[in-house]
Structure formats: C-alpha cells, structure tokens
DNA sequence: TCTGGGGTCCTAGGACCC
DNA sequence: TCTGGGGTCCTAGGACCC
C-alpha cells in the first residue's frame, strides 16, 4: 500500500502589496491598494524627495485612490483595505468608492517576480517537489521529505515559513492535505501567516460546510448553475447523484464535480511543464476604432508582435500558430488564429501574420484592447518536420492569398464606415 | 465611472485522410 | 456509388485561474 500523500498548498499573503510594504514600511498597517496605471508612481515620489530613501517619503505624499483617473482593477489589496470590501479583479473606480482614503500604488513586475523566484528557491531547498501555480503560490509535495508528516505537516510548514520570512521578510499561508485540491482550499482557513492541517476524515466536518464556489475549478458560471439547481455547499454537491450532475454539466464536468466534493483527487505535484501559449495584450486608455485611430492602433499592433517576438526569443521558443485578440468597447471578445508553415520568433514575421488575422474580423466597432498570442510552440532548433500539405501550411507570402473571408468582412467593415478606408487596409 | 494581463484546458465543428 | 466510421489537425469561443 502506498503511504498516504501529504500535500501542502502555499499562497504569499496579500503578494504584490506585501512587497510594496518592504520598501515603503511606513504604509504598513494602513488601506493600501497595487494595481491599476502605468504611471511611475514611485519616480513622481521620489523626485519629489530627492535626498530621501523610500521609508522617509511621509505617508501623505502618497496618491490616493480617491484622486485615481483610468481603467484598471486591483491586483491586491491590504488586509486594512479588505476590511472595506476592497479586493483583487475589482475596478479601480469601483474600490475608490469603496476606500477613497486608500493608498494606490503600481504595480512593480520586476520586483513582484525577484522576490517570487527568491520564496520558490527557498522552499526548493527545503523540499524539492514544489509546483508553480503562478507568482505568488506554489503547491508542494511533503510526502517523501524527511519529517513531511511530523504533525500531518504542521512541523515542516512551519520550517518552511520561518524560512521564507527570513529569506524575504514576507509572510505565506499553508494548507496541508492529502492532495491538491484539499490543500488549496485549508490554506484559506487560517489567513495570514497561517497553517491548517487537514486530513481525509476531516472532509465532511471542515469542507462539506464550505460553498461550492470554495472548489478550485467552480467558477461564476457553474456557482450560478448550481445555485439554480438549488445545491449552495459542498456538502449538498457530495450528496447529489452523479447521472443528475452528468446529465446537467457533461461526462467529464460532472463526474468530476462529485469527486471534487468527495475530495478526492489524485493529480501529481509537477515540477516541470512545457509552455502552451505566450501572449502579449494592452487595454487602451481610450476605445479605439480601426480606422478612425489607425496610426495609433498600427503602432500598438506593431509593439506588441515586437514584444512577443522578443518574449519568445528571450525564453527560446519558436511558435507556428499566431493569434490575435480584440475586445470591443462592449466586451466582447473575438479571436483569430493561423497556422503557418514554418515556425517563427520575428516581430515583424509574427506582425505579418497577426495582420492577416486582422482581416478576418469585424473591425467596425470600436476597440478596447488588442492582443497577439503565439501557439503551438516548439524549443528553438527542437522545431518538429511539417507534417501535411494542406491550405494552413502555406508559406506566408503565400497566405496572402486566403481564398476566402477577407473580402468579405472587410467589405462588411467598410460599409459600416463609409467613404473612409477599408480597414483591412490598414494593418 | 464598471471590468488588467498572463495563462490553461475543454468543447465543438469542419476539413481531410484512411 | 453510397454509407460510415475513426483519427488528426485547425479554428473559435468560453470557463476558469492567479
């Protein structure tokens, strides 16, 4: 019999706002919010200052949410500024009603990822089964480590934190569980700074209680399908028959809903995983119309396949599908993609293909954001033989030709704009 | 005055091949 | 000639996550 699986679940607290608080220590306890501008913030503040450190600028010379102007959401907000009902995906106009006096910083990427690879290096140390879940989580297997299961955990969790604390002088939170999905959900139970144990016998007492929405997985659409259907916790999941929850969410959705709520799951922590897809979009500050803002719109297009293509080369990858992705002024999304014959890192290759893509879409209605995506990638020099012939592996000089849509929808397009260029022209 | 940017995975339909 | 599977590749959209 295989020994029981001991899984821990790690998440920074309050990450991007935690590492902001390092610089600035005097902000520490008070409503703070990251996100939103690219504006340098810290720049204006500093030049402000110029004979002072950071933890000198006095905590009014701080810009305020209430005075914030633009789009954007929170990426994180303080413990102090939860207390309002401020939180993470809200927008930023939305959290300045909420918390006027909060204090509004920019996220700083750079920074946010040094002290990521720190925190992750220093558990790899400890224990060396650590998952990447993003920037600020990682799951991590305690299993096979010398005194995993000391305590369900607890001994080493602790190990852990101490050692994270000193290395960053950030704080982190961690469940321990038989397996991934359990240990997810414990690491929420004791936020900030906290450790939750749990074991398989605890499901029904400490998750059955939890809504439904609490399951990594369940997210707006099925919390809502659910909730119609009159099922609110997972208690009340785990009790429900699996032909009614098959019948209602498909084989695979459904099948897995109840061994979600059961909680059972038996995925592997992984350490190593391959790229799927690399992508580089931006929200304008203003809708953009295709033609009437056509200078401005080429030189985001043209940045951002330049951006990509340095992505890819900086991390050698090249890619055979290109993609683009617009949204427009009323959230709707539309996607084009094309697959071409050889596999490319090029800005300018990667511009070429995108703005056939361009041609494929209504362009009619104005923009909010632009975005270009590479797929199907392979590790530069590793790229795989063409496989077919057929109308996709054209090369792209030749795809220039596509027999179909272009006109059609560019026709479309510049009908509705009349007597100015087609957009299709403009790419 | 709504709603960022970077991802993964799934579904479903059509083309094409055997 | 008709019918019918299965498999793979490609594309578009959508749900979800951090």
């Not at 000198?56 to 413990?79: E, H, M, N, Q």
């Amino acid at each position: 019999m295989p020994p029981i699986r001991r899984i821990a679940h790690l998440d920074m607290d309050a990450f991007f706002a935690s590492v902001e608080l390092l610089r600035y220590p005097q902000l520490k306890g008070l409503p703070v919010v990251i996100g939103g501008g690219r504006r340098k913030v810290d720049d204006a503040l500093l030049a402000d200052h110029p004979e002072r450190q950071p933890r000198f600028i006095p905590v009014a010379d701080f810009p305020l949410l209430r005075d914030y102007v633009g789009r954007g959401v929170i990426t994180t907000a303080t413990y102090a500024a939860r207390q309002f009902g401020v939180g993470s995906a809200m927008g930023m106009m939305k959290a300045a009603k909420l918390c006027p006096q909060a204090i509004v910083l920019p996220v700083d990427f750079d920074e946010v990822r040094r002290f990521s690879r720190l925190f992750k290096t220093t558990i790899a140390d400890i224990a060396p089964l650590v998952e990447d879940r993003g920037v600020d989580e990682v799951y991590i297997d305690f299993t096979d480590v010398p005194g995993g299961h000391r305590e369900g955990g607890r001994v080493l969790a602790r190990l852990i934190q101490r050692a994270v604390l000193e290395k960053t002088g950030l704080t982190c939170s961690i469940g321990i569980a038989p397996n991934k999905l359990i240990a997810k959900m414990a690491s929420e139970f004791n936020k900030p700074n906290g450790i939750s144990v749990l074991y398989e016998a605890d499901v029904p007492t400490r998750i059955w209680p939890l809504h439904v929405r609490k399951i990594n997985g369940i997210g707006p659409k099925a919390g809502e399908k659910l909730a119609a259907l009159n099922i609110h916790t997972i208690g009340e999941l785990a009790a429900q028959d699996p032909d009614f929850l098959i019948k209602r969410f498909g084989k695979s959705t459904g099948a897995w809903m109840l061994e979600a709520a059961w909680g059972r799951d038996n995925r592997p922590v992984v350490t190593e995983s391959e790229p799927v897809s690399m992508s580089r979009e931006t929200t304008f500050d203003r809708d953009l119309h295709a033609v009437r803002d056509r200078a401005e719109l080429g030189a985001i297009f043209t940045a951002l396949c330049d951006k990509l293509g340095a992505d890819l080369q900086r991390k050698g990858y090249v890619a055979k599908t290109i993609g683009i992705k617009l949204r427009y002024d009323d959230f709707r999304i539309a996607t084009r993609d094309q697959t071409v014959e050889s596999y490319t890192s090029d800005g300018p290759t990667i511009r070429k293909i995108a703005g056939l893509c361009l041609k494929r879409v209504p362009l009619s209605q104005r923009l909010r954001l632009l975005g270009v995506r590479a797929s199907l990638l392979a590790r530069q020099g590793e790229e795989p033989p063409p496989a077919s012939k057929n109308a996709s592996d054209m090369p792209v000089d030749q795809v220039n030709k596509w027999p179909i849509a272009i006109n059609s929808i560019a026709d479309k397009a510049s009908n509705d704009v009349s007597g100015q260029a087609a957009p299709d022209q403009l790419f």
